[in-house]
């Protein structure tokens, strides 16, 4: 994937996420969603978006780094990658279309060393995968995966076998607020300490 430089990303000043969200004549249904998500992720694996980044440290306990791609000057994934302090692990992707949110993708992972294991180097991953799927700005329809993963093991899950558990929608107001914040660091592209 091409990754513009910071000058470049500065100048984009699209409105996305700064103004209440609208909705999209296109996107009635799962059905539409999944199909546009599976669109942007061809896009993607080809390679043809632009895209721009920054890195974060906070206090050393949050560190990451915000990706953005676009699609001409359409922002269209914002993608999150993050460590807490030494156990935990995330990666947030938000999916756009016409500058409102469509699609999100929490994927979390919390080690830890496994005394069931017998051996002091085995570690156990436990992961929680969230998906939610947006029409209208409201959850239209939120499903989970969890499933461990134990380095002594040698048949573990994965994402692929795991089937998906329908779970009550939460707020949506907090998913927004999240990536409105994220967004908000697009048009001044540069590493920075907290993201606040």
Excluded at 39 to 59: E, P, R, V, W
Excluded at 67 to 72: D, I, V
Aim: net charge positive.
């Amino acid at each position: 994937m091409q990754e513009t430089d910071s000058g470049t990303g500065s100048n984009r000043t699209q409105s996305t996420a700064s103004q209440p969200v609208r909705a999209i004549q296109d996107i009635k249904n799962i059905s539409d969603i999944q199909k546009e998500y599976v669109a942007i992720q061809a896009k993607l694996a080809a390679g043809s978006m632009d895209s721009t980044s920054f890195n974060y440290n906070c206090h050393n306990e949050t560190s990451g780094r915000v990706t953005y791609f676009f699609e001409g000057r359409n922002l269209r994934v914002v993608k999150q990658v993050y460590n807490e302090y030494d156990h935990f692990s995330a990666k947030d992707y938000y999916y756009l279309k016409d500058d409102s949110l469509i699609f999100v993708l929490y994927d979390r992972l919390t080690w830890s060393f496994d005394s069931d294991a017998g051996g002091q180097d085995a570690t156990k991953d436990e992961i929680t995968e969230s998906r939610y799927y947006i029409i209208n700005n409201k959850f239209a329809n939120c499903l989970q995966k969890k499933f461990t993963v134990r380095s002594s093991s040698p048949n573990n899950p994965n994402t692929e076998t795991v089937p998906n558990k329908k779970v009550n929608c939460s707020s949506f107001q907090p998913v927004y607020n999240k990536l409105k914040l994220l967004v908000r660091f697009k048009t001044n592209i540069r590493d920075t300490t907290c993201l606040e």
